[in-house]
């Protein structure tokens, strides 16, 4: 039997309910070797209580990376057999009714 915070996207909702918060907005951005922008950009899909998402430098698509000689972006970036149940533009898709905004998207390269 798992515990009721096994689940990420579980044990975002608990953080969120601390303190009664209601509101959420998101930024992410790629500072170096730390992507921010993948977990902020699932966060806002999993999460209800996220309303609005800022996604900086955010990674196109996995697919691109699939498909490219060449990729720039850390292996840590990469989730195992992603492409077989989503890709990015599918997140940010759903994340538009959450008022999304992506400024600088980067390709496989990690450049606009």
């Known amino acids: ?3 009721p915070h096994s689940h990420p ?3 975002l909702s608990s953080f969120l ?3 009664g918060i209601t509101v ?3 930024t992410g951005m790629t500072v170096r070797a730390s992507n921010q922008e993948l977990p ?3 966060a806002g899909v999993l999460s209800d209580r996220v309303t609005q ?3 900086k430098n955010s990674l ?3 697919q691109e ?3 490219s000689r060449e990729y720039a972006w850390p292996l840590s970036t990469l989730v195992p057999n992603v492409l077989s149940a989503f890709d990015l533009p599918d997140c940010y898709r759903a994340l538009e009714a959450k008022n999304l905004r992506q400024i600088e998207p980067w390709g496989p390269v990690a450049k606009p």
Do not use: D, P
């Open 1 to 3: 039997m798992s515990s």
């Open 9 to 11: 996207q579980r044990r």
């Open 17 to 19: 309910c601390l303190g």
């Open 24 to 26: 959420v907005c998101l």
């Open 40 to 42: 902020a950009t699932f």
């Open 53 to 55: 998402a800022t996604l």
């Open 60 to 62: 196109t698509s996995y």
């Open 65 to 67: 990376i699939a498909e």
